[in-house]
């Protein structure tokens, strides 16, 4: 019978690859790929580089694109989804195709593999009992502000997604949000050649990051550590005194 098999690639390190996943991207019938390019590179250094059937399914055709997708699990075929790296469906498309596949009765297997949050988490050493993973934080100050506010106080560490331009917008809110000494690891190019990871505290961070134009390179993770039990006060308290010690003459 036909399956979806949700496929995580690697997020830098090509080796990062899984076994399971290789040979399912080899015997696929059809592999639907966020950017269908970018997978048949993948599958190309990954020395899978037959012909095959290619659906382009990204955010702004994922219900059609599923439809195809449906077509060809309901005549029996083994069908592989990849997004353009890490795991599909985590900031990335792939919750509609599944959500599709399940309702149509579908069976739908998941090949665990790189993900940029787990990557960063396992390194990160703040405390994981419990973490809240936030995605990308929205573009208007305000709205940022606003979304990282709503996550102060939770007990349990932050996971940020961010991309190179809006590094340095991203660290100074969260400094303005949750205070500049609450301690941030920023994970840079993970996997990668220049992977690197900053430790300390978040006025620090926009520091390291003013420091040298190469660390605004490349793809992030913000981790923040989890706000300490009475955090919340203090947050509070910043907020009414910063513009009262501001206004001393
Ligand atoms: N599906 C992917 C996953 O499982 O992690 C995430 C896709 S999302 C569109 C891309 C974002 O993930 C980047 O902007 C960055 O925040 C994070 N990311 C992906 N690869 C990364 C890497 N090698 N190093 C650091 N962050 C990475």
């Given at each position: ?13 090509v080796?990062d690859?899984?076994?399971r996943?290789?040979?399912?991207l080899?015997?696929a019938d ?24 290619w ?12 439809q ?8 029996g ?15 990335d498309?792939g ?12 069976r ?15 390194a990160?050493g ?5 973490f809240?993973?936030a ?8 709205a ?9 106080a939770l ?7 961010e ?23 920023v994970a ?14 978040l006025?620090e ?5 003013a ?8 793809e ?23 513009p ?6």
């Open positions: 019978a036909g399956a979806l098999y949700v496929v995580a690639t690697p997020i830098g390190n080796a690859i899984s076994l996943a290789l040979h399912i080899d015997i059809a592999i639907a790929a966020e950017d269908t390019r970018n997978s048949q590179q993948l599958l190309v250094r990954l020395g899978l580089d037959r012909r095959r059937d659906i382009a399914c990204h955010q702004h055709n994922e219900r059609e694109a599923a195809r997708v449906l077509d060809r699990l309901a005549a075929q083994r069908v592989a989804y990849v997004s353009d790296a890490g795991t599909p469906g985590i900031s498309p919750a509609k195709l599944v959500a599709a596949a399940r309702a149509a009765g579908h739908v297997i998941p090949l665990p593999g790189p993900s940029a949050v787990a990557t960063a988490l396992s990160a703040f405390e994981t009992t419990a809240h993973f995605g990308f934080l929205p573009t208007s100050r305000e940022r502000l606003k979304a990282i506010r709503a996550v102060a007990d349990a560490s932050l996971v940020f997604y991309a190179p331009h809006r590094i340095g917008d991203s660290l100074g809110a969260l400094a303005e949000a949750l205070g500049g000494e609450r301690r941030i690891v840079r190019e993970l996997t990668k050649l220049h992977e690197q990871f900053f430790a300390g505290t006025a961070a926009r520091d390291w990051l420091a040298d134009a190469n660390h605004s390179r490349g992030f993770v913000l981790v923040v550590e989890a706000a300490a039990p009475d955090a919340g006060d203090h947050a509070d308290l910043d907020r009414v005194l910063k009262l010690l501001a206004a001393l003459p």
